[in-house]
């Protein structure tokens, strides 16, 4: 009898990492105005990120990816990128290159826009922490952009706690390992690893909640500490907003699986409690 092979993560990891790649070239291949030398450094970039998502997913052993074997966690982390990429492209490509999807990423932009600009929203927040030396058209831009991107990123953790609530995460045949989901997280330092997970969760949900109403700070800080962050560039725009409104959803997302966690070791605890129990007492 010849030993059992061993399924390769290598086809997969590839996979991912060209996804990956091509997500971080895409927006120079779809706004026309971006520079060589920006695209050069884009596919520097790409080929950086994707040779470490290679090397993550192609180990057999955790790293720094959090849910590896927790579908559809990162999944949905990378279509919210994804789509939030797209649309700000394409947002901007309508600026030198009106289209018929373009033009339908700027008007949904700027209804989200319209909805989400009122007193003390985060996006009229981000708006103001940019230099009052900027024209109106762009300020109206990266309301638009900052609007849509946050609509997206509501929606995609309205529909992650959904599924949680729905017991519907995670997804993965057999007991959820909190070793290799979670590398970073040691279960055995400190106190209960319940109490922990639930600390780190609600730390996580807070932390999020209130990133969007703190990164406009960090902006106002750059102002006056180095040079300001204006969002002009092509590039600047579409990432910079996608760092502005995926950080806090990831967050979120992260402290909310997290609690789903620490509820199924809890679950698991009290079966075994159980079945020990039922076992003490017919012996």
């Not at 981000?126 to 609007?147: C, E, F, I, K």
Request: aromatic share 10%; with cysteine.
């Amino acid at each position: 009898m010849g030993e059992p092979k061993v399924k390769s993560n290598v086809p997969g990891a590839g996979i991912r990492a060209l996804l990956v790649a091509f997500l971080v070239v895409f927006p120079a291949l779809a706004i026309p105005s971006i520079a060589a030398d920006t695209a050069q450094s884009t596919i520097l970039l790409a080929v950086f990120v994707g040779g470490l998502v290679f090397a993550e997913y192609a180990s057999e052993y955790p790293g720094l990816i959090e849910f590896r074997f927790a579908a559809p966690f990162n999944r949905t982390r990378f279509a919210l990128v994804a789509l939030m990429a797209l649309f700000l492209s394409l947002v901007q490509r309508n600026i030198v290159d009106p289209g018929m999807l373009s033009g339908l990423a700027a008007t949904a932009a700027a209804a989200c826009g319209q909805m989400l600009d009122f007193a003390g929203s985060p996006v009229r927040l981000l708006t103001a922490a940019l230099p009052d030396s900027l024209p109106a058209w762009h300020l109206a831009l990266v309301r638009d952009g900052a609007a849509l991107a946050l609509v997206l990123a509501a929606t995609t953790v309205a529909g992650f706690v959904t599924a949680i609530r729905l017991n519907a995460w995670p997804m993965g045949q057999g007991p959820f390992n909190v070793w290799i989901n979670l590398p970073t997280f040691d279960p055995t330092a400190g106190n209960d690893v319940v109490l922990r997970l639930q600390r780190h969760a609600r730390i996580n949900v807070v932390l999020g909640l209130l990133l969007p109403f703190l990164l406009p700070l960090a902006l106002l800080a750059s102002e006056l500490l180095f040079r300001p962050l204006t969002l002009m560039s092509p590039m600047g725009y579409v990432w910079g907003i996608v760092a502005w409104a995926y950080l806090p959803a990831s967050l979120v997302m992260r402290g909310v699986a997290m609690a789903r966690v620490a509820r199924m070791i809890r679950a698991s605890r009290r079966r075994f409690a159980d079945s020990e129990g039922n076992s003490y007492a017919t012996a």
